[in-house]
């Protein structure tokens, strides 16, 4: 277990350092002159002066490699360089951004958990019958509506119908609820086939075959025998739609008006703000990662053998 | 051991590929099929509700909007099935180096994969977007970056153990010539499961292309184009909702259709592994 843990932290940094790079390159090698833009953005004539005193203080005159080590020098005292567009921080802007993204996500991931469990484990009761066809369709049905569509329908319902004025989007609990539902019908109902599907097969194999002849409760067995062995498997389902919650959060953010890590990056988009969108960039990547790595981590924890084999690594 | 059988009925199937032809006839004779011009503005019937004359309603500068829904499919599906094939030829080139490239070169092919899988995709192509600067052409370009690393671990795992089997390794052995061999034996046996997957990427393509759109970053206006159109359909979305149902209807059909051949193509992959296994 030890030696696992290991190795999966170290491919955990590994992996976050390569992402640095190409959050980097794909900043250094974008077209367009950013000093020009800068200045522009200042008012100031862009002479061969200004352009060059500019670049010196933005550290464009070194070669990349030199530039990529000065950027993770800078990164690691958590300095990602200023707004192009407000001039602050990029550091503070993102920690302001962020626990709006991250508890959107964190909804949404939970009613994920909690819809893909109980859709699946009704639908598993009755395996043939007409709620699993009509999981069925409606599952096809939700992952073919874009989430963008889904929460203009919302909005539109809710304005017409329900008379909002406005979409309400400060903390407010209904602003966090309905964009985190709208998100994870999808991938709720997605992982719900699957969970149906893990359980029917697991249900004709001997050792649960063994619990029901032992006279176990059903509740019982769907937890020891089964839950034992798809749980792991599930844990890491889960755990990658979180990806799918960032990217979905920029459309959701933006009509909801909530000022996450997608709004953040489509203002910066906007501006021509690339520090930010670096840094949105590397930050989405970088949390997505842990999320991963975590969710790797439990399920190996979660699992008996896996847990046993700490001896052996 | 292998006996030919008549297929059960796969209604999935039968109908997304129904839908998918209905709309691949929409998208190619889309000029002649509007019944007003999808460019003419008219400001005195702006956000018209839906009538005989106008059935999906006018929008805000008083367009027909099924005429701009019936000619976007070009947009929508065409540049959709451009970044879809980038990112398959793209996937399907590296697998093969990873493959048939040595231990060196599966080792490189997996790291990027492993790299550029780690940021989610919608996230990394709206940075490049963003980068690159909002225009159908970044938009189709971020696509394929952002969606031939999932399309390339699959397709890698697959040319892998198909490359493995023992019938393959023979007609190695025996010198056929090694172009034959991955035409004449290893593609046949990824083909099936390689159909379901390049389905299920145009569906999550469409979704992607129109979200940049929507939010955008895609093709500009006054193109018509689904994402764009549920764009300016946005402010009004409380004083005219009719605008949402002609763009969303198109793309909800497009994503479908392709979502139930994908459906439709499992369960033919699945029996046969359980025919031949």
Same mark, same amino acid.
């Given at each position: 277990m030890r030696g696992r843990l290991g190795r999966r932290l170290l491919w955990t940094l590994t992996t976050i350092a390569l992402m640095s790079m190409v959050a980097f390159l794909l900043v250094a090698i974008a077209p367009g002159d950013p000093v020009v833009a800068e200045l522009r953005f200042m008012g100031v004539p862009a002479t061969p002066n200004t352009v060059e005193a500019l670049r010196r203080e933005f550290d464009l005159d070194a070669p990349l490699p030199v530039r990529y080590a000065r950027w993770i020098v800078r990164l690691s005292r958590l300095d990602l360089g200023e707004s192009i567009a407000s001039g602050r921080p !990029?550091?503070?802007? $993102?920690?302001?951004? $962020?626990p709006w993204t991250l508890q959107l996500a964190f909804v949404s991931l939970v009613m994920i958990v909690a819809l893909s469990l109980s859709t %699946?484990?009704?639908? +598993?009761?009755? &395996?043939?019958?007409?709620?699993? @066809?009509? $999981?069925? %369709?409606?599952?096809?049905?939700?992952i073919s509506i874009p989430v963008y569509w889904l929460a203009l329908a919302a909005v539109g319902l809710g304005a017409v119908v329900l008379g909002w004025s @406005? =979409? !309400?989007?400060?903390?407010?609990?209904?602003? $966090?609820?309905?964009? +985190?539902?709208?998100?994870?019908?999808?991938? %709720?109902?997605?992982?719900?086939?699957v969970v149906r599907q893990r359980v029917i097969d697991?249900?004709?194999e001997d050792h649960v075959r063994l619990a029901v002849a032992l006279g176990r409760s059903p509740a019982q067995i769907l937890i020891q025998d089964v839950g034992v062995v798809i749980g792991p498997s599930l844990v890491t389902m889960w755990a990658t739609t979180f990806g799918y919650l960032l990217g979905g959060a920029v459309v959701v953010e933006r009509i909801f008006d909530r000022p996450g890590l997608g709004n953040l990056a489509l203002h910066a988009i906007a501006a021509r703000d690339y520090p930010v969108l670096q840094a949105y960039l590397l930050c989405a990547g970088v949390a997505f990662v842990l999320v991963n790595a975590a969710a790797d981590l439990l399920s190996a924890w979660l699992d008996p053998r896996l847990r046993r084999s700490r001896v052996d690594d | 051991m292998i006996k030919t059988q008549a297929l059960p009925p796969n209604p999935s199937l039968i109908w997304g590929l129904r839908l998918a032809a209905l709309l691949l006839l929409v998208a190619l004779l889309s000029p002649s099929l509007t019944p007003h011009d999808a460019y003419a503005i008219n400001l005195d019937r702006r956000l018209e509700a839906p009538s005989f004359e106008y059935p999906f309603g006018t929008d805000r500068l008083g367009r027909c909007v099924l005429s701009r829904t019936v000619l976007g499919t070009r947009a929508s599906l065409g540049l959709a099935l451009l970044a879809s094939a980038g990112a398959t030829v793209a996937a399907l080139a590296l697998s093969v180096v990873a493959v048939f490239g040595g231990r060196s070169g599966d080792r490189a092919v997996r790291l990027l994969i492993d790299v550029f899988i780690s940021f989610p995709s919608l996230v990394l192509a709206l940075?490049? =977007?963003?980068?690159?600067?909002?225009?159908a052409f970044a938009a189709v370009t971020?696509? =394929? /970056?952002? /969606?031939? *690393?999932?399309?390339?671990r699959v397709m890698r795992s697959l040319l892998d153990s198909a490359r493995h089997r023992n019938f393959v390794d023979a007609a190695f052995l025996a010198g056929v010539h090694p172009v034959r061999v991955v035409v004449r034996h290893i593609l046949p046996q990824v083909g099936p499961a390689l159909a379901v997957r390049t389905s299920l990427e145009m569906s999550s393509v469409i979704v992607a292309l129109s979200t940049l759109s929507f939010l955008g970053l895609g093709l500009q &206006?006054?193109? &018509?184009? /689904?994402? @764009?159109?549920?764009?300016?359909? /946005? *402010?009004? =979305?409380g004083t005219a909702p009719h605008l949402l149902f002609g763009p969303g209807l198109a793309l909800i059909a497009s994503v479908l259709a392709f979502n139930l051949i994908a459906e439709g193509l499992r369960v033919r992959v699945d029996s046969r592994q359980l025919q031949e296994w």
């Amino acid at each position: 277990m030890r030696g696992r843990l290991g190795r999966r932290l170290l491919w955990t940094l590994t992996t976050i350092a390569l992402m640095s790079m190409v959050a980097f390159l794909l900043v250094a090698i974008a077209p367009g002159d950013p000093v020009v833009a800068e200045l522009r953005f200042m008012g100031v004539p862009a002479t061969p002066n200004t352009v060059e005193a500019l670049r010196r203080e933005f550290d464009l005159d070194a070669p990349l490699p030199v530039r990529y080590a000065r950027w993770i020098v800078r990164l690691s005292r958590l300095d990602l360089g200023e707004s192009i567009a407000s001039g602050r921080p !990029v550091a503070a802007e $993102l920690a302001r951004a $962020l626990p709006w993204t991250l508890q959107l996500a964190f909804v949404s991931l939970v009613m994920i958990v909690a819809l893909s469990l109980s859709t %699946g484990l009704a639908a +598993a009761l009755h &395996p043939y019958g007409r709620l699993t @066809t009509f $999981l069925r %369709g409606l599952t096809i049905m939700a992952i073919s509506i874009p989430v963008y569509w889904l929460a203009l329908a919302a909005v539109g319902l809710g304005a017409v119908v329900l008379g909002w004025s @406005t =979409v !309400v989007s400060d903390a407010s609990l209904g602003g $966090l609820l309905l964009p +985190a539902f709208i998100l994870s019908l999808a991938p %709720g109902l997605a992982i719900g086939r699957v969970v149906r599907q893990r359980v029917i097969d697991e249900r004709l194999e001997d050792h649960v075959r063994l619990a029901v002849a032992l006279g176990r409760s059903p509740a019982q067995i769907l937890i020891q025998d089964v839950g034992v062995v798809i749980g792991p498997s599930l844990v890491t389902m889960w755990a990658t739609t979180f990806g799918y919650l960032l990217g979905g959060a920029v459309v959701v953010e933006r009509i909801f008006d909530r000022p996450g890590l997608g709004n953040l990056a489509l203002h910066a988009i906007a501006a021509r703000d690339y520090p930010v969108l670096q840094a949105y960039l590397l930050c989405a990547g970088v949390a997505f990662v842990l999320v991963n790595a975590a969710a790797d981590l439990l399920s190996a924890w979660l699992d008996p053998r896996l847990r046993r084999s700490r001896v052996d690594d | 051991m292998i006996k030919t059988q008549a297929l059960p009925p796969n209604p999935s199937l039968i109908w997304g590929l129904r839908l998918a032809a209905l709309l691949l006839l929409v998208a190619l004779l889309s000029p002649s099929l509007t019944p007003h011009d999808a460019y003419a503005i008219n400001l005195d019937r702006r956000l018209e509700a839906p009538s005989f004359e106008y059935p999906f309603g006018t929008d805000r500068l008083g367009r027909c909007v099924l005429s701009r829904t019936v000619l976007g499919t070009r947009a929508s599906l065409g540049l959709a099935l451009l970044a879809s094939a980038g990112a398959t030829v793209a996937a399907l080139a590296l697998s093969v180096v990873a493959v048939f490239g040595g231990r060196s070169g599966d080792r490189a092919v997996r790291l990027l994969i492993d790299v550029f899988i780690s940021f989610p995709s919608l996230v990394l192509a709206l940075a490049f =977007v963003g980068i690159a600067g909002p225009s159908a052409f970044a938009a189709v370009t971020a696509i =394929v /970056w952002a /969606w031939w *690393p999932s399309e390339a671990r699959v397709m890698r795992s697959l040319l892998d153990s198909a490359r493995h089997r023992n019938f393959v390794d023979a007609a190695f052995l025996a010198g056929v010539h090694p172009v034959r061999v991955v035409v004449r034996h290893i593609l046949p046996q990824v083909g099936p499961a390689l159909a379901v997957r390049t389905s299920l990427e145009m569906s999550s393509v469409i979704v992607a292309l129109s979200t940049l759109s929507f939010l955008g970053l895609g093709l500009q &206006p006054p193109h &018509p184009e /689904w994402g @764009t159109m549920l764009n300016e359909a /946005w *402010p009004f =979305v409380g004083t005219a909702p009719h605008l949402l149902f002609g763009p969303g209807l198109a793309l909800i059909a497009s994503v479908l259709a392709f979502n139930l051949i994908a459906e439709g193509l499992r369960v033919r992959v699945d029996s046969r592994q359980l025919q031949e296994w």
